[in-house]
């Protein structure tokens, strides 16, 4: 056999160098094999191509936390539109620590003090609304992991106890953990889409989709409307990041675009809330107070 470069090649050779390359991939497929899965998991399940839902808790009301997130994917605490304090929410994580759904937080903004409480009280998770630029993005990913890929200070709190049980280093194990979201709700999002998306520590990148509407002035059933999500969509997936919608009526259907990540949606088990008031019988809908207009 001969090489482009007119030497002969042994036969052996080859066959060693073909073996070689055999075992490397099989130790490589045995590494991602043996790979412990994540204690977020809801980052697992989106690593895994599925979708996650969560409950919105706006209330300091540890028992109806403690209830709802034994059937969801991951709550989303909201702190943007609702009067929940951080020592609210840390006082419900620790009531029920480890629950099944993983606790994220929509902040009302990437300021450092914000991320920090959020990640030193337990939440493995943060939803940064209306980023328009690379800047906001950024920052939402500098302060929500520790060296040496992003700028996360030690500091005192209850995550640490909450999530590094069982031989597992909480310090060691964070930044895998961490899920970093953020929301584009802009016409100038939007045009941003994929450089936002490019960021790194960006995990998600979801549409607000009542916001979006708003800001946009097309109605979520106006075709101009669909080709702003289709936009950021392939901006999305074209930067290597998981894409989803706040709407959880988009996890289906011709809109749906791959959606994996989203606000609200049914229960991982069938669960239905008592308080249908919150949420209304359709378990799809959006927070009160959220409703897109008719």
Known sequence: MKLSQGKLFCPLALATIGAVALAGVAALAQQNQTKPKLYNTAKQKL???????????STA??????????????????????????????????????????????????????IQHTTDIGAIGVIVPTVDDVDR????????RYPPVARRSAG????????????????QTINDNMLVVVMIETPTGVANAYDIASVPGIDVVIIGNNDLSSFSGFAQTDERYHQLVQKVHDDTLRAGKIFGQANAMYATGPYSKDSKFFQNGPS???WTPPNQGRGGANPNAPPKGEEPDK
């Open 47 to 57: 690593l895994d191509g599925k979708q996650v839902f969560s409950f919105t808790q």
């Open 61 to 114: 009301d540890v028992a109806d936390y403690c209830e709802r997130s034994k059937h969801y994917d991951f709550t989303w605490f909201e702190m943007q539109h609702s009067t929940l304090e951080f020592k609210d929410v840390e006082k419900m994580i620790a009531a029920c620590p480890r629950t099944n759904a993983t606790p994220m937080i929509r902040l009302p903004d990437a300021q450092e003090w914000h």
């Open 137 to 144: 993005a950024r920052e939402a990913a500098k302060w929500s």
């Open 156 to 171: 005192a709190g209850q995550a640490a106890s909450i999530w590094g049980i069982n031989g597992i280093n909480y310090r």
């Open 268 to 270: 991982n088990d069938g």
